[in-house]
Every structure is written in structure tokens, then in C-alpha cells.
């Protein structure tokens, strides 16, 4: 059975639908439209006492001020579920929970006078109330930025065998992020800490002051604007660092909300975002190679600063001369790493993080290039020789190979076509060799070695 102990509970949690969440004050912004289901507890134990009164009038006055506080704002419905007030406590009826009031503009008095007829009676099916809640919001469709809140006002434990912990992590599956804020007056603060500790935050209330302080503090969180500005810094700590596309993820669910090009604004700041308080976020910043941030909270009603390291330097690839690759690029990775960050085109310019990093020249033969350091604010020009062509012609059938000599290595560059008998190919200036043989021939010994060398900006004719 409940203890004698009065408790107010609220849980607010946020029912996505497949929105996109933000919360907006009316006085800074335009408020973005709220559905508020509340919850209220009818059972039997609500008739105990608390101070000069007994618990439900206290709970009822104090939802009659709740209710009063949503009023002022235009763009919020509001609904009333009751639980335990159909059945008389004997009966122990765990299913004792229905929508009185459903969602509808303006029907705040509606509530207040069916909570005032509200008399205890039976049992307390947290569990249960909370997973039926889901199907009392009307559904806007996938592309709908409603917020769906619910406000649950208990005396006590659950005690129809839920778990609301359980609830809770199951509707996190379904992309329902559970936000708790439980106020318990005159409650033991050990015992209701511990068994909602995994479902949110515990705020003790011993009198009716504190307890409105406490609700000043939910709603004050479920509606007021908490803003943030993303400020990514560079290398010397300077919020400096803009235009670059940010994705912020519901840190639960991982669904995509927003996409967000980072912008400064008038004054030379990062510009301000509206967010929901009540999620945690995950923030992937499309830098090059990106960032990304996990499990970022707001502090409700502030303006947050999110800091991010994104110092950038450029690094620009130069082909001296004019080139007869047809598109030559560069292979980018972190300074001893294997993962690609990027493939760049040469007499290309582009911003990466400040670094070190390993570049591979997809010429032919290849280039390579270790500990390139790219420098905040400052280009960094990597150059290669104008390229030479090679004309080979072949009369007749061999199986051969290019190779590249440099500082006494012998490395491969290239096979030679056997189907063509003419191939042309652009080449990095250096010193080369072929190495094979005619197919017909059966001895290791008549391998042939033919050294040719290119030039930039020349065509090597050569005749094999």
C-alpha cells in the first residue's frame, strides 16, 4: 500500500512524433505550439493528510495555479488524465485510468472544474497511466514541431507492479525522451530518490512556498526560451571559426533534428539557437575531417555556449605548369592514421583542421608526403613539377612493366597493356625502366631493360 506520506510527482517527458523540438518564450521569441497532458492522482490515499489540509485539495490548488500559468500562453493545449478515481480501493483495479479532458484550445476551466469533483478512491497504476498517455496526443504526422509533454501528479509509489523506469526506457525506444522532475512534499527524500533516481531528478518540498518555487522551476523549464550560440574555436581559443553546416542529433534516439549552417551574426558573435532543454543533443560539425560532440545538455531558460575546437587552416595543391592529368588528386589522412579524410583535387584550395597530416599524390608514380602540418589562418601550398608524357609503342608481343628509379630503388609504376601496341601516359619527370620480356621467349635471361626518361612539359617517344 502507499505510504502516508504526501508526494507530488511530476514527468515531463517529450513525445517526438518525428518532430523537431525547440522551446521559444512568447517574450523572446515566437512560441513554438505545446500539447501539456497532465496526469492527476485520484486514488484512495489522496484523501490522507498534509499540514491544515488533506492531499488532494492541496494538489488540486496547486494545479488550479498550474493550469492558470499555461493560460497565458497562446500556442499551448492542455489535457487531463485521472487514475484512481473510478473504482473504490477494495476492488484494486490497476486498468482505473482514463483521458476526462481530452486536447483542445481553451479549455482550461474545463479542467479545473472536472478536477474539482474529483473525490480518492483507488489504487496508484503509474506504469500503466504513463504508457496509455502515448495515444492521448493527437498525431500531426512526421513532419509536425509540436512539443508533447506530459505532467504526472502522484502521492506515491506505484502500486499496481509498473515500473516507470521500464516505461521510460521503453518509449526512449520508440523516440520519447523522458524528462522527470519529481516534487515530493513532506515525502521520505531517500526512498522516492532512489526508486525514480533512473527515471529523473528528485526536488523535496516540506511547504507550500517551496513546493511553488519548485513548480515555478518545471514550468519555467517546460516553456521558457533556452537559447545557445555553437562557437567553434580555433586554434588560439577565439570563436572565430563560421560557415560550415552543423547536425544536431537527439542524443537518445539518434534522429536527425536539425541542419544548421553556422552563421555569425550581426554583431560578430556566433548567431543564436533556440533549444528544447529537456533533450540531450549530439552535434556533428561538417568540418573537414569533422567533429563531433556527444551528450551535450542546456542549463533550461540560460543562454548556453557550446565550445567546439574547429581551428582551420587551408591547404592548397599546385601542378606547376599546365597539366595533362585529366583530374589529379591528393589522398588526406590524419598523420599516421589509415581512414581517408579527404580527397582533393589539385589547383584546388581547401580548409582543413589544424594538424598533421600524411598525403598520398595519386600521380604516376605516386607521391608521397608525411607530417604536412596545416596551421590556423594560414595556407599551406604543397607544389608538384609540370608532368611529361610517354609515347610507347610496341611491335612486338611483350609482358611488361614501368618502373621508377629513385635514390637506387627500383619501384613499380605501371603494366604495360599487352592488347595495345600504342599507349600514351602521363608521368611525373624522372628516371624510368621497363623490365620484361617478348611472350614468346622461355628464358629468364632475356629479360630486357630499356631506361627512358621524362621531362616536364615533353612528350618521350619511345619504341619498344
Known amino acids: 500500500m502507499k505510504k502516508n506520506a504526501f508526494v507530488a510527482l511530476i514527468l515531463f517527458f517529450v513525445l517526438g512524433f518525428n518532430s523537431i523540438v525547440q522551446a521559444q518564450l512568447v517574450s523572446k521569441a515566437p512560441l513554438q505550439k505545446s500539447r501539456i497532458l497532465i496526469i492527476f492522482d485520484a486514488s484512495g490515499s489522496m484523501s490522507g493528510q498534509f499540514g491544515e489540509t488533506d492531499r488532494i485539495s ?3 490548488q496547486m494545479l488550479n495555479k498550474m493550469v492558470d500559468s499555461f493560460s497565458q500562453f497562446k500556442n499551448v493545449e492542455l489535457a487531463l488524465r485521472v487514475y484512481g478515481h473510478q473504482s473504490d480501493l477494495k476492488n484494486v483495479d490497476c486498468n482505473d485510468t482514463k483521458l476526462e479532458i481530452p486536447f483542445s484550445a481553451n479549455n482550461h476551466e474545463l479542467i479545473k472544474k472536472r478536477v474539482s469533483l474529483l473525490r480518492p478512491k483507488g489504487y496508484t497504476p503509474i506504469a500503466r497511466s504513463l504508457a496509455q498517455c502515448v495515444n492521448d496526443f493527437p498525431n500531426d504526422g512526421p513532419n509536425s514541431t509540436t512539443r508533447n509533454l506530459i505532467i504526472l501528479i502522484t502521492d506515491g ?4 507492479g509498473g ?5 521510460s526506457q521503453e518509449l526512449q525506444k520508440k523516440g520519447i525522451v523522458l524528462k522527470p522532475f519529481i516534487i515530493g512534499l513532506g515525502s521520505d527524500p531517500e526512498v522516492f530518490r532512489k526508486f525514480f533516481s533512473c527515471a529523473g531528478n528528485y526536488y523535496d518540498a516540506n511547504t507550500q512556498a517551496e513546493f511553488e518555487t519548485v513548480m515555478g522551476v518545471v514550468i519555467s523549464q517546460a516553456l521558457n526560451a533556452t537559447s545557445c550560440q555553437i562557437s567553434l574555436l580555433d586554434a588560439n581559443q577565439r570563436p572565430m571559426e563560421t560557415n560550415v553546416n552543423m547536425t544536431i542529433f537527439d542524443a537518445s534516439t539518434g534522429k536527425e533534428l536539425y541542419n544548421y549552417y553556422h552563421t555569425m551574426n550581426a554583431r560578430g558573435v556566433p548567431d543564436t539557437l533556440f533549444l528544447d532543454p529537456m533533450r540531450k543533443y549530439h552535434i556533428l560539425v561538417h568540418t573537414t575531417p569533422t567533429i563531433y560532440e556527444e551528450n551535450i ?9 557550446i565550445a567546439l575546437n574547429a581551428g582551420q587552416g587551408d591547404l592548397k595543391l599546385i601542378v606547376e605548369g599546365l597539366t595533362k592529368y585529366d583530374r589529379l588528386q591528393a589522398v588526406l589522412r590524419k598523420s599516421g592514421e589509415m581512414q581517408t579524410v579527404y580527397a582533393q583535387d589539385f ?3 581547401k580548409k582543413y583542421l589544424v594538424g598533421t597530416y600524411d598525403i598520398e599524390i595519386l600521380s604516376t608514380p605516386p607521391i608521397y608526403k608525411k607530417g604536412i ?9 604543397i ?3 609540370q608532368p611529361g608524357k610517354l609515347n610507347l609503342t610496341k611491335t612486338k608481343d611483350y609482358v611488361a612493366a614501368i618502373y621508377y628509379m629513385h635514390e637506387g630503388k627500383t619501384t613499380w609504376v605501371a603494366d604495360i597493356d599487352e592488347r595495345k601496341f600504342n599507349q600514351v601516359m602521363v608521368m611525373q619527370p624522372g628516371n624510368y625502366i621497363i623490365l620484361g620480356r617478348h611472350r614468346s621467349e622461355t628464358k629468364t635471361i632475356y629479360t630486357i631493360q630499356k631506361e627512358f626518361t621524362i621531362m616536364s612539359a615533353k612528350v618521350t617517344d619511345y619504341r619498344l
Open 157 to 160: 509509489l506505484e502500486e499496481c
Open 383 to 385: 607544389n608538384i613539377p
Open 347 to 349: 589547383n584546388t584550395t
Open 297 to 305: 545538455s542546456l542549463v533550461p531558460g540560460k543562454h548556453n555556449t
Open 373 to 381: 602540418k596545416i596551421s590556423q589562418d594560414k595556407t599551406t601550398e
Open 163 to 167: 515500473n516507470p523506469c521500464e516505461v
Open 58 to 60: 492541496a494538489a488540486k
